[in-house]
């Protein structure tokens, strides 16, 4: 059974971080590029970040750059999102998202509430 299970989200004060982790499991993790999504209420899903596991290349949103960090473990079938000098627009549930590098298979987590607020 395929599963991704996200954590480590909470409040955060402006400023601060957090990590956020994705552990997944019923499919072969190296296979899979994966991501994070974030969703705001009323706003559109938005990538946020992604890794691909063959070559270790990432992408960021724009609004992100230089304050989010995406990484991997295969070994322990996780991603990582370490959110650095948060903002309240980041504010939003995020997602993990698994994208098969092969193919048109696709999955995504349950979600973890990251509030940024005073």
């Known amino acids: 059974q395929v599963q991704l299970v996200e954590s480590g989200g909470g409040l955060v004060q402006p400023g601060g971080s957090l990590r956020l982790s994705c552990a997944a499991s019923g499919f072969t993790f190296s296979n899979y590029a994966m991501s994070w999504y974030r969703q705001a209420p009323g706003n559109e899903r938005e990538l946020v970040a992604r890794?691909?596991?063959?070559?270790?290349?990432?992408n960021y949103a724009d609004s992100v750059k230089g304050r989010f960090t995406i990484s991997r473990d295969n070994a322990k079938n996780t991603v990582y999102l370490q959110m650095n000098s948060l903002k309240a627009e980041d504010t939003a549930v995020y997602y993990c998202?698994?994208?098969?590098?092969?193919?048109?298979?696709?999955?995504w987590g349950q979600g973890t509430q990251v509030t940024v607020s005073l």
């Open positions: 998202f698994a994208r098969f590098l092969y193919g048109s298979r696709n999955y």
């Open positions: 890794i691909i596991s063959t070559d270790g290349s990432t």
